[in-house]
């Protein structure tokens, strides 16, 4: 795939899981903050594998990105649910 087509599909998945967590009750967003946050671990560990084959500097560059993204993230949702625990 080109990196139209995969910024294509990373705008629409963003939007759809906008969609999708924006209908979820109040009461239910720590236990969804959690497994989410699992998840992403599971995401990161993935990212890390990808950049030892990817090829070309943006590619690296992007893969880069989204790991420190997505670790940022994880450390942030257990800060938060921890405070809310």
């Known amino acids: 795939m080109d990196l139209i087509t ?3 599909i990373l705008v629409l998945a963003a939007f759809v899981g906008f969609e999708v ?3 979820v009750p ?3 967003h720590t236990p969804l903050m959690s497994a989410t946050n699992a998840i992403h671990g599971i995401i990161l560990l993935g990212g890390i594998l990808v950049i030892g084959e990817a090829s070309g500097f943006l590619n690296e560059l992007i893969l880069v990105i989204a790991i420190a993204f997505g ?3 994880v450390i942030g949702g257990f ?3 921890d405070r809310m625990l």
């Open 79 to 81: 800060l938060v649910t």
């Open 26 to 28: 109040n009461t239910l």
């Open 71 to 73: 670790t940022i993230n």
């Open 21 to 23: 967590i924006s209908k």
């Open 6 to 8: 995969e910024f294509t």
